[in-house]
Antibody
Framework: QVQLVQSGAEVKKPGDSVKVSCKASGYTFTSYAIHWVRQAPGQRPEWMGW????????QYSQKFRDRVTISRDTSASTAYMEMTSLTSEDTAIYYC????????WGQGTLVTVSS | DVVMTQSPLFLPVTLGQPASISCRSNQSLVHREGNTYLNWFHQRPGQPPRRLFN???NRDSGVPDRFSASGSGIDFTLKISRVEAVDLGVYYC?????????FGHGTKLEIK
């Protein structure tokens, strides 16, 4: 069965960077894009970007373009989302999701930014 | 970005009664290829969103048939014929036609 398993919760200080991983299994990794979505407490989900896992090319929402890098390692069937210059407003659950239809989601990774 | 507006924000319901959620976009969600990429999700506390419908009205596997979805262009609706306790939580519409994809602000289905 399709599974997306994300790395564990992170606690960071303002100005730090964070890298979240998303390991895929149960399907051919390079056949589907991986999307990254975050959800701040009590807020709607918010799209960050996505990566064409076959070509390695990423596209970003304008809001995150300067601080986020999405990458993948096809040998490990894993996608990554790295965010720099963290502030308290980046405290959220970060999700990966498969494909343009985003039917399958990871369990989420809580990133807490606090001094 | 495309703005998705849901109504109501809160929907108090009696178990066994019907419920309806509206979603409107500020521009057409018909893709240049002809498909309409409007999805509905359900989210319970502490869980990722679960997709219920894709491309307006295609019910996902395992979604009970008491759920239905319809609409076109900019106006879309999710209906539950008889609400059960497991249906409680937040419902989101989401458009995947225009980048960046966007969600509505959510409708919280709660017991009256």
């Amino acid at each position: 069965q399709v599974q997306l398993v994300q790395s564990g919760a992170e606690v960071k200080k303002p100005g730090d960077s964070v890298k979240v991983s998303c390991k895929a299994s149960g399907y051919t990794f390079t056949s589907y894009a991986i999307h990254w979505v975050r959800q701040a407490p009590g807020q709607r989900p918010e799209w960050m970007g996505w990566i064409n896992t076959a070509k390695g090319k990423a596209q970003y929402s304008q809001k995150f373009r300067d601080r986020v890098t999405i990458s993948r390692d096809t040998s490990a069937s894993t996608a990554y989302m790295e965010m720099t210059s963290l502030t308290s407003e980046d405290t959220a659950i970060y999700y990966c999701a498969r494909g343009y239809g985003v039917e399958y989601w990871g369990q989420g990774t809580l990133v807490t930014v606090s001094s | 970005d495309v703005v998705m507006t849901q109504s109501p924000l809160f929907l108090p319901v009696t178990l066994g009664q019907p419920a309806s959620i509206s979603c409107r976009s500020n521009q057409s969600l018909v893709h240049r290829e002809g498909n309409t990429y409007l999805n509905w999700f359900h989210q319970r506390p502490g869980q990722p969103p679960r997709r219920l419908f894709n491309q307006v009205s295609n019910r996902d596997s395992g979604v009970p048939d008491r759920f239905s979805a319809s609409g076109s262009g900019i106006d879309f609706t999710l209906k539950i014929s008889r609400v059960e306790a497991v249906d409680l939580g937040v419902y989101y519409c989401m458009q995947g036609t225009h980048w960046p994809y966007t969600f509505g602000h959510g409708t919280k289905l709660e017991i009256k």
